[in-house]
């Protein structure tokens, strides 16, 4: 499995140079095409322009995995049953 900092990513998407369309960093990082393009326009993700188009190097996809990952958290239920079984467990020791 890939950390943030060992990308494996298809080399027909990336040019020669590194860099990749929206589209096809889109497809590379997961997500949509509509919510990355919100994320340079709006949010200031990471990327660099060549006239009017935008490009992401490996650096740019590797910083905006950073920026939006979320770690995992236990979901509530979960925390309810762990805490619904363990005072089970408390009520038939005694």
Not at 12 to 38: F, H, I, Q, S
Not at 69 to 77: E, L, S, T
Request: glycine share 8%.
């Amino acid at each position: 499995m890939p950390t943030t900092t060992e990308v494996e990513t298809p080399a027909a998407l990336m040019r020669r140079d590194g860099y990749m369309k929206p589209e096809e960093a889109a497809e590379d990082l997961g997500c949509g095409v509509r919510w990355l393009l919100d994320g340079l326009n709006r949010h200031g993700f990471p990327h660099t322009r060549m006239g009017k188009a935008k490009w992401l190097s490996e650096q740019d996809r590797i910083a905006i995995r950073e920026l939006c990952h979320v770690p995992a958290q236990p979901g509530k239920i979960s925390q309810l049953r762990r805490r619904s079984t363990s005072t089970k467990r408390l009520k038939s020791t005694a």
